[in-house]
């Protein structure tokens, strides 16, 4: 009753929460992209009213619409190697004023008529999929790589910042006024103009790295780390300077107060509302346990951070992507709660919203000889100030001179990030249609740019030897998800690493209490951990994939074999910690070695039957598995017959092994039966 009320209470804050932005976006009778600010700042709500069965029914249209075209164009980028965003983005430019809405405008006006109403329902629909989306990007953010490599991720994450903030600054008190908003209050402008070319897309660069396999090796870690940095600062700097344009004033202690503000907020989210949301989210584990529950509190959480953030004067992606943040810390949050969310922004919230980013595009507007001088100059300047800034950021950081260029490369993506900042100047009035469309496809170019242009640096770059981490995967899985088959592969490889790292128990074991081996034991079980949750994650984003028949019988069996093999290493472990008090030139300690040596055998044949997967050789297994349970009980009787005088704990110590390796031979039998391959 007390899970079912918890539930209940969650679901509610949450439907009441996103339930307010919607109605008061609606509410407001304001254009499309209508900023949250209006949607929450006044807490009058305006009666509500039912919306008419041809409005819902005209916006489920559009969203299908939208949703289809923007999938369909994705694979194509996809197939491409390029971000699938760039597929949903290109949607929604189809289907907006730049192709439809200019060739066919009856058509255009069919599917997106000029109504009001509609246009706020849909701008709701965008915004929730905007927090959702900062939502997930914060739980992306990992402070330990950063912590890894601070000063060198300082250095290039400032450098990458400072240029191209002072150009962005320039750029704006220099563009033709023909394209701003507001021509004779310049300020606000430039100060915008000059976050927006700090961004970095961080996602465009993961997959970027992954593509050209150079994700874990240094270059590619501290790559990660510097745009974390540039985002997240990026992110406060744009929520401080949004705050101060719709405070209506900008002066220095009005900046002041709203830097002061942004400085304590974040103060007090890491150093205090951390442990708190720790907390929550342990508790509620506790109390109702599960996925569902976990991510129910997760969207609570973070729609609530941007409801403070919105009562402060900044902006409300600040709060939801700090929240992602403090989560994503957390050693509780389980990877089915990521993957939902995951799987809801991917599949329906990012189409939505970067396919309503592109239906705003005009790109006719270009055309005009001061709307293209604009264009023409951000894209410049963009690009400029990030790739010089990051190269002298990275030379300091002591990198190659062609890693130095990857890097810069790589940071120069600007992708659905830039878009997200677009569309938050847009929908305050500070950008125009115009300079909207400029940085969006700027934004769209830099992030198809990417991939060649570091693919051409790392071509005359000889990489270092580098050893594997033993925490890390053998092969990377992520960019593999989309290859089923590929991705079974690279899952059934990993699970054959992790059978072989096991030998190490038994060897420990041998080699006596006080021994290297024994020392290096320790070592086994946290990397072992750390990939098994690496391949669970690669394993659980299939589940969503189409399978066919026999893949879908693989990968459940892969599933099973994981969870055994992590089985297999805890009892494992647990034994080995058992033996490390037994003297093995005791009686004690020599029949402890038969059973060791059986052990290794088995577990040597084990790996055998992974890497051959031939079925005479697995029924053998099977065969020897039934057989060793024998041996070890054979072995137990022995030892207590011929040592009548055995003290009390040394019988209860054997009986603790030998029942040990009993349960270990049970798992061992299983694996081995997962090895079946399934009948074409």
């Known amino acids: 009753m007390m899970r079912r009320n918890v539930d209940s209470l969650i679901v509610f804050a949450l439907g009441l929460g996103m339930t307010l932005v919607a109605v008061r976006a609606a509410a407001q009778q304001t254009p499309l992209g209508t900023p949250v600010q209006i949607a929450v700042s006044n807490m009058s709500l305006a009666p509500l009213k039912a919306l008419s069965p041809e409005l819902v029914a005209h916006l489920l249209l559009e969203l299908c619409i939208i949703l289809g075209l923007g999938h369909v164009l994705a694979e194509v980028m996809r197939r491409l190697k390029q971000p699938t965003v760039v597929g949903n983005i290109l949607a929604g430019v189809l289907l907006g004023p730049s192709v439809v809405g200019h060739w066919f405008p009856a058509l255009y006006l069919a599917i997106f008529p000029h109504d009001q109403e ?33 000063l060198t991720c300082a250095l290039i994450s400032a450098a990458g910042l400072l240029l191209p903030m002072l150009s962005g600054f320039l750029l704006g008190y220099h563009l033709p006024a023909s394209v701003l908003a507001h ?128 009562r402060l004067g900044l902006e409300a992606v600040l709060g939801i992507f700090v929240v992602g943040i403090l989560v994503g810390l957390l050693p509780r949050l389980r990877e089915n709660t990521v993957h939902g969310l995951e799987l ?88 125009t249609q115009p300079i909207y469309s400029a940085i969006v496809v700027m934004a769209i170019l830099t992030a198809i740019m990417a991939g060649p242009t570091m693919s051409w640096a790392l071509s005359h770059w000889v990489p270092p030897p580098e050893p594997q981490d033993p925490s890390q995967p053998t092969f990377i899985f992520e960019e593999s998800t989309d290859e089923p088959a590929t991705a079974l592969d690279l899952i059934e490889k990993e699970q054959l690493g992790l059978a072989q790292r096991l030998l190490a128990y038994p060897e420990a074991v041998r080699a006596g209490p006080d021994s290297p081996q024994r020392q290096q034991v320790a070592k086994v079980h946290e990397p072992f951990v750390a990939v098994a949750k690496h ?11 189409s399978l066919g028949p026999n893949q879908a019988e693989r990968l459940t069996r892969l599933q099973s074999r994981m969870s055994m093999l992590t089985y297999l290493e805890d009892s494992l472990r647990t034994l080995t910690v058992a033996t490390a008090g037994i003297a093995l030139d005791s009686r004690l300690g020599k029949s402890t ?31 020897i598995t039934g057989d060793r349970g024998d041996f070890f009980e054979r072995i137990r009787k022995e030892y207590l017959a011929t040592e009548v005088t055995l003290a009390t704990t040394e019988r209860a110590q054997l009986f603790q092994m030998t029942s040990g390796f009993e349960q270990i031979l049970w798992v061992m039998q299983r694996i081995g039966l997962t090895t079946v391959e399934p009948q074409e």
């Open 593 to 623: 070695l038969r059973l060791i040596e059986g052990l290794d055998f088995l577990l040597l044949t084990m790996v055998d039957v992974l890497t051959l997967k031939e079925q005479d050789l697995i029924k053998i297994f099977g065969q």
């Open 183 to 310: 021509p004779g209050d310049r300020l606000p402008f430039s100060l915008f103009i000059a976050v927006a070319m700090s961004i970095s897309a961080l996602p465009v660069l993961a997959i970027t790295l992954k593509g050209l396999n150079v994700f874990r090796r240094d270059l590619g870690q501290v790559s990660m780390g510097a745009a974390m940095l540039d985002d997240t600062t990026a992110w406060v700097l744009l929520s401080v300077v949004t705050g101060l344009y719709l405070s209506g004033a900008i002066d220095v202690p009005i900046a002041a107060k709203t830097f002061g503000i942004a400085f304590m907020f974040l103060a007090v989210s890491f150093f205090a509302v951390g442990p708190l949301v720790r907390w929550i989210v342990t508790w509620t584990d506790k109390i109702s346990p599960g996925a569902a529950p976990q991510l129910s509190i997760l969207l609570f959480l973070g729609l609530f951070g941007s409801a403070i953030t919105e």
């Open 535 to 545: 391949v669970e994650r690669c394993e659980q984003a299939l589940v969503s994939r």
């Open 118 to 150: 509609q246009a706020n329902v849909l701008a709701a629909v965008s915004w929730v999929g905007l927090l959702l989306l900062m939502l997930s990007t914060g739980l992306e953010i990992n402070l330990d790589l950063i912590k890894r490599r601070a």
């Open 344 to 431: 809801v922004v991917a599949s329906f919230l990012a189409p939505v919203y970067f396919g309503l980013a592109g239906l705003r595009l005009d790109l006719w507007g270009l055309t005009h000889w001061d709307t293209f001088v604009a264009f023409a100059a951000i894209t410049g300047v963009a690009c400029f100030g990030k790739i010089i800034g990051v190269y002298c950021g990275a030379w300091l950081g002591g990198f190659s001179r062609w890693e130095r260029l990857a890097m810069s490369f790589g940071l120069n993506a600007r992708g659905g990030t830039e878009i997200i900042v677009a569309t938050v100047g847009l929908s305050i009035g500070l950008l």
